[in-house]
């Protein structure tokens, strides 16, 4: 068999030969009409403790690191940073629900899935202090770089699944994504060749309302996100992105099915961006603050503490360990944030042409007679 071949029969009895009937019955690719939910239900009872605990012990050392990174930009320690707060849920299970030698494929918004792998914050934060480099090695942690050009990340992962099935090793390959991002070419290329190579991806749509400040209502007239996918002939699943244990659940089973040779799928994760875009951006210009309340009221977090408590899973001593953790982590990104990056403000300036415009010219003209001027004030 070659991963080309088609993997469907015809479906119409009696139409005309060739490749031009409908190959695959929608109605399993269909997602859910509501969004998957572990805690509070039946599932919930089934679901080990063991990883409940875990998932809330990183769901709240992820706040703390979201607060950290903030307060970060406030003090100049961090040029940008969109925070996860409130998306915690689906960082965490995307880094829990990968095995080692599996690759993530994050966009600008996803550093706590990059961290909760395993990658030092510094490090992953790198990119956002300004400097032109990722910060760590994507081939060692197999995490490819924050994209900020949106979707973009999408075709890499595709292209990485489909060669690791090609080499015959069990990688899958995780992109992570805005509601925003869905609406890129790159977006629908991917999950096109996706379905039809059947490569072991998985795309995880992080579904937070708002593209910068374009409500999804003004991106999309789909039914839902999830249902973006049986066009293309794979899975679509609807789920609550703040249920961190219906966010594992998901994601694993996905995994998993890539890995066996099952192909991709599309997971729509319903979720809500309690910041700002960035630090750069006003929320209260485009929502309303009754909006944010309400998902307040459906914090990650919150969920776990009102499900975990009366099963007996979370106890006084899980939640002073996390919180302990939690603390520790935002001490160390304190002190080691506390040095000033070594950047060169003129480094803008280079592998952007091959050859510079006259206007980068000029502008490099212009920031290299400012620093000159800075640097002999500071000399005085
Ligand atoms: C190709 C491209 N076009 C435009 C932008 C500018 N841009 C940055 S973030 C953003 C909104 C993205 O929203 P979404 O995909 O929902 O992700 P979120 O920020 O909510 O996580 C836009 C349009 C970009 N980064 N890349």
């Known amino acids: 068999m070659t991963v080309l071949d088609h993997r ?17 019955d929608p109605a399993p690719l269909l997602p859910d009409s509501s969004p998957l ?3 509070g239900t039946e599932a919930q009872t089934k679901t080990d403790p063991a990883l409940l605990r875990e998932l809330y012990r990183r769901l709240v050392v992820g706040r703390r690191y979201n607060q950290q990174a903030t307060t970060l930009t406030k003090q100049g320690r961090l040029a940008v940073y969109p925070a996860s707060t409130g998306q915690e849920a689906c960082e965490v299970a995307a880094a829990l629900a990968l095995r080692p030698q599996d690759w993530l494929f994050p966009s600008y918004r996803d550093t706590l899935a990059v961290v909760s792998r395993g990658v030092d914050p510094l490090e992953a934060l790198t ?7 990722t910060g ?21 992962a595709v292209g990485l699944a489909h060669a690791a099935r090609l080499a015959g090793d069990q990688t899958v390959a995780l992109a992570m994504l805005g509601d925003g991002g869905t609406s890129e070419g790159d977006f629908h290329e991917a999950l096109n060749f996706a379905a039809v190579l059947n490569a072991p991806v998985v795309f995880l749509v992080q579904n937070n309302g708002y593209a910068i400040s374009v409500p999804l209502t003004q991106q ?15 899975p679509g699943r609807l789920v ?7 966010m594992h659940a998901v994601l694993s089973e996905a995994v998993e099915r890539a890995r066996a040779g099952g192909g991709p799928t599309l997971i729509e994760a319903l979720t809500y961006r309690i910041e700002a875009h960035t630090n750069a951006d006003d929320a209260t210009r485009y929502r309303e603050e009754a909006e944010v309340t309400a998902w307040r009221e459906h914090d990650p977090i919150l969920l776990m503490e ?28 304190r002190a080691e944030f506390h040095a000033e990056p070594e950047l060169d403000p003129m480094s803008l300036f280079t592998h952007v042409y091959a050859e510079m415009t006259p206007q980068l010219r000029e502008q490099s003209a212009q920031l290299a007679a400012e620093l000159a001027a800075e640097a002999e004030v500071e000399a005085r």
């Open 127 to 133: 990119l956002l202090r300004g400097s032109a480099h």
């Open 8 to 24: 469907h029969p015809a479906t119409v009895p009696g139409w005309l030969p060739g490749a031009t009937a409908p190959r695959t």
């Open 220 to 234: 999309s007239a789909a039914p839902s996100l999830a249902h973006k996918a049986v066009g293309y002939g794979m």
């Open 37 to 39: 939910r572990v805690l």
């Open 240 to 246: 609550d992105g703040n249920d961190a244990a219906a």
């Open 306 to 333: 009102r499900h975990l408590r009366p099963a007996g899973v979370l106890d006084d001593e899980l939640v002073r360990e996390a919180a302990e953790e939690a603390e520790a982590l935002a001490a160390r990104m």
């Open 136 to 156: 760590y090695d994507p081939k060692a942690t197999r995490t490819a770089p924050l994209s900020t050009p949106l979707a973009t990340q999408a075709p890499h």
